[in-house]
């Protein structure tokens, strides 16, 4: 395969993955009470949002190096 097609077929990939997950997810731990030997941590899951225009313009992206490499061929 080409390296164009493989960029296109990873750039659709990322293109669907974007839009089916709509952001990535994270676990953090934070603590809560210090106090002395005692000590208490609260698990804080925080989400990186991903807006719909970015898997948009990677599907797209995505699809056009597709096409623009199967003409070349």
Same mark, same amino acid.
């Given at each position: 395969?080409?390296?164009q097609?493989? /960029?296109?077929?990873? %750039?659709?990939?990322?293109?669907?993955? /974007? =839009?089916? $997950?709509?952001?990535?997810? $994270?676990?953090?731990?934070?603590?809560?009470?210090?106090?002395?030997?005692?000590?208490?941590?609260?698990?804080?899951?925080?989400? =990186?949002?991903?807006?719909?225009?970015v898997?948009?313009?990677? %599907?797209?992206?995505?699809?056009? %190096?597709? &096409? &623009?490499?199967?003409?070349?061929?």
């Amino acid at each position: 395969m080409k390296t164009q097609t493989i /960029a296109a077929i990873i %750039l659709i990939a990322i293109g669907i993955m /974007a =839009f089916a $997950y709509q952001g990535i997810s $994270y676990t953090t731990k934070e603590k809560v009470i210090d106090i002395g030997p005692i000590e208490m941590t609260a698990d804080s899951t925080k989400t =990186f949002p991903l807006p719909p225009i970015v898997g948009a313009v990677a %599907l797209v992206g995505g699809i056009i %190096l597709l &096409v &623009v490499g199967k003409k070349n061929t």
